[in-house]
C-alpha cells in the first residue's frame, strides 16, 4: 500500500487522538506533538482523560485540574496549554448544567451515584470525557457555540491504551444500547460524529517490537472499520544504528576475516585482543544484527498500514528536563507542524 | 549471572518448582515486563522436572501462543505436546477468556432459566466484557477453578498463573475486590431493592438522597438502563453469595503457604519501583513471596572489555585509519561501548533494588535479542532464572 503524505495525512486536523499499547509512550508523544504544534504558532489544548497526572509530570508543573493551564508560551506566539479531565467532575458539572441541582450534587456524591454513574457503565465515562474534549474543539470565542472564533487551534488527546480505543471512540453506540433516552444520549452522537470527521485523527504509537507492533496494527484495522481516521504511525525510542550495514553483511558472509581485521585493529591500539575479547564483541554484533533484523520485519509490518510513519529516537537521558522538547524538534523536522 | 545478582540471595527457581509442597505459582509484575514469558517458561521447566502442570496465560503474544499450541481462545487447558513427557511430567496451557469464565460462573450457579436472562442481560454483557477489574478478577476465578480441578481430579500438581497487563502489578490483588464490593454495594443494593420488593411501593422506604439518586440516574442513563442493572442484582443475589465473597475465598488461596509469588521486573526506575510496592504488599498480607525476577538485563559477551576504553579504543582505531571508509572495528567498539552503558545502568538499578531488600530472593534473566517466542527460548529463560 503506497504510504499517504504525512502532509495530507495533518491536513485540517484539528483533533489528535494519540493511542498506542501500555508505556508505549503516548504521553510523551501526545506531550512532543502538542509542543510542535504550539511552537508552529497554534493555540494548542493538550487533554489526558485517565487522571494520570501524565502531563503534568511530563512538563514539570503542578498537578492538573479541570481548569486549563498554559504549559508553553512560544515565541511564535502559540501557546500550549494542559487540561486533565476527570470523569467525576465532568459528570457534576453536566448533571448541574441539564439540571440545575445545587445542592444536591453534594447528595448525589455521598450516595455514591456519582461513582456508580462513572465507573458501573464504562460507556456514560466515556461520553463524560469526550464530552469534554469535543467541547474543547468545538469552544468559540463568542457567547454561544459556533459563534466567534475557535478557541483551540488543535487539540491532543492523549487517549486509553489500543486495547481500549476503539471503545472509547465509538461511545455512542456503547451508550445507544445501554442508555437509551436522555441527554447522554444525544450528546453521545454529537461527539461521534465529530470524531470520526475528517478533522479528527488517531495517531498510534508503538515500539519495534513484536506485541505493540501487533497491537497497533489491529487497532488500526479495528478504528478503520470503525469508521475513525488514522493519521500516523510514530515508532517511539527507536535506536540509531551503531554499526553499518556492510558491517553487518561481512559477519554473516565472512566471519573469520572480519574477525581477523577486529583482532588485528586491537592490537594496533594496544587492546586486549584474545579469543574472549574478539569473539565476545562479533557476538554481541550478532545479536545486534539479529536484532535490527527482527525490526526491520516490524518495520515491514508497519509499512503494509500506508500510513506515514514518524520516527522518535530513545533519548537516553529520559524525557524529563527538556526530553519532550527534542521530540518537539524532531516531529518538527520530519514535517510536523 | 551478574554482579549485582551474584550479590543477592539467589532465587533458588529448582528447589521451588521440586517443591512438591507448592501447588500455585503467580506471577506479577508492572506492564509489559515479561511475566507471560516467565509464567510459561517457569511451566515448561517443572514439567521438565516431572511435574504435572497447568499454566494460565493472558493475552500471551501471538507467536508464543502458537508454539505452546494455543491456538483456540477454549478457556481449556490443552496439553503442549514434546514436553516434560521423558520426566514423567507434562504441561498444559490456556489462554484466559474473562467473558467466558464469568459466563462459567453464571451457568454454574444458577438454573438454565436464570442463566439465560442473566446472559443476556446488557448490563452483564457491559461489565462482564469490559469493566474495570474484570479481567483480573476472572483471572482469579479461573485460578480458583484450576486449582480445585487439580485437587479433585489430581489431574495436575502445579498450577502457574500469568496476570494480566496492567500498569500497577497490585492491580492484580485489589481489582477483584473492588470489583467485587462494587457489585456487592451499597447503592447497587439500594437499586436492587425495589426490584427485590416487588414494586415502586418500596421506594417509599428510600431515603430522599437515594431517591433524588435513582431519580437522577434513571434520567441520566435512561429509565431502561437501571432496570437491567435491578435486574442483574437481583438475578444474581438468588444465585450465589455475593461477588466480594467469592473474591474472598480466592484471595484467601493466595495466602496459604504452598502458594509461590513470583514478582518480575524490569531493569529499570518505574518497573522496580513497582515490585518494591508489590513485595511490600505481600509482606504485609502474609502472602508468600518465592523472590523477584528481574528480566531483561543486558549482559555483556566480552565484559572483560570497559565501556570506557572501548570507546578510546575506537577512537584511536579511527585516527589511526589511512582512509576515511567506516572502521568495522570502530563500529562494533561503539556498539560494546553503548551496550556497557546500559548494563551499567541495569546493574545500578538492581543493586539498589538488592540494597534495600536484603532478604529477598532474586535471579536474573539476560534480554535476548529477540522476542522469546518457542520452547527452545523458553527453555533458555528457564535455565537463566535457575542461574544455570
Ligand atoms: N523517546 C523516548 N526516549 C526515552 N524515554 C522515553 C521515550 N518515550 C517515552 N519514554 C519513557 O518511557 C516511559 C513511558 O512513557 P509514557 O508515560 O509516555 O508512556 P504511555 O504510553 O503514556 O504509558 P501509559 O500506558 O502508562 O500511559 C516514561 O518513563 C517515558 O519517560
Ligand atoms: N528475557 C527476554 N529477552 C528478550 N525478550 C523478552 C524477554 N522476556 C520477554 N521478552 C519479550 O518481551 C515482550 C513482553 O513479554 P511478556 O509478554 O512476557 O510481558 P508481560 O509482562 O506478560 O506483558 P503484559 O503486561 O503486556 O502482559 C514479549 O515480546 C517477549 O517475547
Ligand atoms: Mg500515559
Ligand atoms: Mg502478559
Same mark, same amino acid.
Given at each position: 500500500m503506497p504510504a499517504t503524505s504525512l502532509a495530507h495525512a495533518l491536513e485540517g486536523i484539528r483533533l489528535h487522538v494519540v493511542t498506542g499499547k501500555g508505556g508505549v509512550g503516548k504521553t510523551t508523544v501526545a506531550a512532543a506533538l502538542g509542543l510542535t504544534l504550539a511552537r508552529g504558532g497554534g493555540r494548542v489544548l493538550l487533554v489526558e482523560v485517565e487522571g494520570r497526572q501524565g502531563i503534568s509530570q511530563t512538563f514539570g508543573v503542578p498537578p492538573l485540574g479541570d481548569t486549563e493551564v498554559r504549559l508553553v508560551q512560544d515565541s511564535s506566539g502559540g501557546e500550549l496549554w494542559g487540561l486533565s479531565v476527570d470523569a467525576k467532575a465532568a459528570l457534576l458539572e453536566y448533571l448541574q448544567s441539564f439540571y440545575k441541582l445545587g445542592r444536591a450534587g453534594g447528595a448525589l456524591e455521598r450516595m455514591g451515584v456519582v461513582d456508580f454513574a462513572t465507573t458501573i457503565a464504562p460507556g456514560v465515562r466515556d461520553v463524560l470525557l469526550t464530552g469534554k474534549v469535543f467541547e474543547a474543539v468545538g469552544?468559540?470565542? /463568542?457567547?454561544?457555540?459556533?459563534? /466567534? =472564533?475557535?478557541?483551540?487551534d488543535a487539540v491532543v488527546l492523549d487517549a486509553p491504551p489500543t486495547g481500549r480505543v476503539a471503545r472509547f471512540l465509538a461511545v455512542n453506540e456503547q451508550v445507544a444500547d445501554l442508555a437509551k433516552v436522555g441527554p447522554i444520549h444525544s450528546q453521545a452522537q454529537s461527539i461521534t460524529r465529530m470524531l470520526r470527521s475528517s478533522r479528527s485523527t488517531v495517531h498510534l504509537v508503538t515500539l519495534l517490537e513484536e506485541m505493540p507492533v501487533q497491537e497497533t496494527t489491529d487497532a488500526a484495522a479495528e478504528l478503520s472499520a470503525a469508521g475513525f481516521g488514522v493519521g500516523t504511525v510514530v515508532v517511539n525510542q527507536v535506536r540509531t544504528a551503531l554499526v553499518p550495514d556492510p558491517v553487518l553483511a561481512r559477519l554473516g558472509s565472512d566471519r573469520e576475516a572480519l574477525a581477523d581485521t577486529v583482532r588485528s585493529d586491537l592490537a594496533t591500539v594496544g587492546v586486549r585482543s584474545g579469543d574472549r575479547t574478539v569473539g565476545g564483541l562479533l557476538a554481541e554484533t550478532e545479536a545486534h544484527a539479529a536484532r535490527l533484523h527482527l525490526e526491520d520485519g516490524l518495520r515491514d509490518d508497519i509499512g503494509a498500514l500506508g500510513r506515514p510513519t514518524l520516527d522518535l529516537p530513545a533519548l537516553a537521558e529520559g524525557t524529563e528536563d527538556g526530553g519532550v522538547a527534542m521530540l518537539a524538534d524532531e516531529l518538527a523536522a520530519q514535517g510536523v507542524g | 549471572m551478574t554482579a549485582s545478582a551474584r550479590a543477592a540471595k539467589p532465587l533458588d527457581v529448582d528447589a521451588l518448582i521440586e517443591d512438591r509442597g507448592v501447588g500455585v505459582v503467580v506471577c506479577c509484575g508492572s506492564g509489559g515486563v515479561g511475566k507471560t514469558t516467565t509464567a510459561a517458561a517457569l511451566g515448561v521447566r517443572a514439567a521438565e522436572a516431572g511435574r504435572r502442570v497447568v499454566v494460565l496465560t493472558i493475552d500471551p503474544a501471538r507467536r508464543l501462543a502458537q508454539s505452546l499450541g494455543l491456538i483456540e481462545l477454549d478457556n481449556t487447558p490443552r496439553p503442549v505436546e514434546g514436553v516434560g513427557a521423558a520426566a514423567g511430567g507434562s504441561l498444559d496451557a490456556m489462554m484466559l477468556d474473562m467473558k467466558r469464565t464469568f459466563d462459567d460462573v453464571v451457568l454454574a450457579h444458577s438454573t438454565p432459566d436464570k442463566a439465560a436472562q442473566i446472559l443476556e442481560n446488557p448490563f452483564y454483557q457491559a461489565v462482564s466484557s469490559s469493566f474495570a477489574g474484570t479481567q483480573e478478577y476472572m483471572a482469579m476465578e479461573r485460578l480458583g477453578q484450576l486449582r480445585a480441578q487439580a485437587e479433585r481430579d489430581g489431574t495436575w500438581d502445579l498450577v502457574v498463573v500469568d496476570t494480566p497487563p496492567s500498569r500497577s502489578a497490585l492491580d492484580f490483588l485489589d481489582a477483584p475486590k473492588r470489583l467485587g464490593s462494587f457489585l456487592d454495594g451499597r447503592f447497587i443494593r439500594l437499586l436492587a431493592a425495589p426490584a427485590k420488593a416487588g414494586g415502586r411501593a418500596s421506594m417509599k422506604l428510600f431515603s430522599f438522597g437515594a431517591n433524588l439518586a435513582a431519580h437522577t440516574l434513571s434520567r441520566v442513563l435512561g429509565g431502561q438502563f437501571l432496570a437491567d442493572v435491578q435486574t442483574f442484582v437481583a438475578a444474581l443475589d438468588t444465585m450465589f453469595g455475593g461477588f466480594r465473597e467469592r473474591a474472598d475465598v480466592t484471595y484467601a488461596l493466595l495466602k496459604e503457604p504452598t502458594t509461590a509469588f513470583v514478582v518480575v521486573a524490569a531493569p529499570e526506575r518505574d518497573a522496580l519501583r513497582e515490585a518494591t510496592y508489590f513485595v511490600g504488599r505481600l509482606g504485609a498480607e502474609g502472602m508468600p513471596l518465592a523472590g523477584v525476577v528481574v528480566n531483561r538485563m543486558q549482559v555483556l =559477551?566480552?565484559? /572483560?572489555?570497559?565501556g570506557a576504553r572501548a570507546l578510546a579504543a575506537a577512537e584511536a582505531v579511527e585516527d589511526r585509519a589511512e582512509d576515511d571508509l567506516p572502521s568495522a572495528t570502530a563500529a562494533v567498539l561503539r556498539l560494546h561501548a553503548a551496550l556497557a552503558r546500559t548494563a551499567a545502568r541495569h546493574e545500578a538499578h538492581v543493586r539498589r533494588f538488592v540494597a534495600a531488600h536484603p532478604g529477598v530472593p532474586l535471579s536474573a534473566v539476560p534480554a535476548a535479542a529477540t522476542d522469546i517466542h518457542d520452547l527452545d527460548g523458553l527453555r533458555a529463560v528457564g535455565s537463566a532464572l535457575s542461574g544455570t
Open positions: 469552544r468559540t470565542s /463568542g457567547s454561544r457555540r459556533g459563534h /466567534g =472564533e475557535l478557541v483551540w | =559477551e566480552a565484559p /572483560g572489555l570497559s
